[in-house]
């Protein structure tokens, strides 16, 4: 059964910095496109960054773009990372880890398996 758990969300100050994880099991990690979806209040989805299965390379929004880095552990620890620096208000929101053992587009409907998020709150 596949399985994403994430960890490290809380509360922050403008300016400040986070690291999300994502724990992964039940599947061949290295073989699957991960990525963060978050949901501001009252909004909907919105895809943040991916790595491909393979390759590795990586892909931003362009709202996280230069102040977000995702990095996956394919190792032993099968986890994913998302550190976040520069925090505003506006990255406040729930932050999923998601999964797709395809290429998928930078489109929250595209993903298949999801955690169960976790909060981020950036205080102004």
């Known amino acids: 059964e596949v399985q994403l758990v994430e960890s490290g969300g809380g509360l922050v100050q403008a300016g400040g910095s986070l690291r999300l994880s994502c724990a992964a099991s039940?599947?061949?990690?290295?073989?699957?496109?991960i990525g963060w979806v978050r949901q501001a209040p009252g909004k909907g989805l919105e895809w943040v960054s991916s790595?491909?299965?393979?390759?590795?390379?990586?892909?931003y929004a362009d709202s996280v773009e230069g102040r977000f880095t995702i990095s996956r552990d394919n190792t032993h620890y099968n986890t994913m990372y998302l550190q976040m620096n520069s925090l505003t208000p506006e990255d406040t929101g729930v932050y999923y880890c998601?999964?797709?053992?395809?290429?998928?587009?930078?489109?929250?409907?595209?993903?298949?398996?999801w955690g169960p998020g976790t909060q981020v709150t950036v205080a102004s």
């Open positions: 039940g599947f061949t990690f290295e073989n699957y496109t």
């Open positions: 790595t491909k299965a393979g390759s590795g390379i990586t892909s």
């Open positions: 998601a999964a797709n053992r395809y290429d998928v587009k930078p489109d929250p409907s595209q993903y298949t398996h």
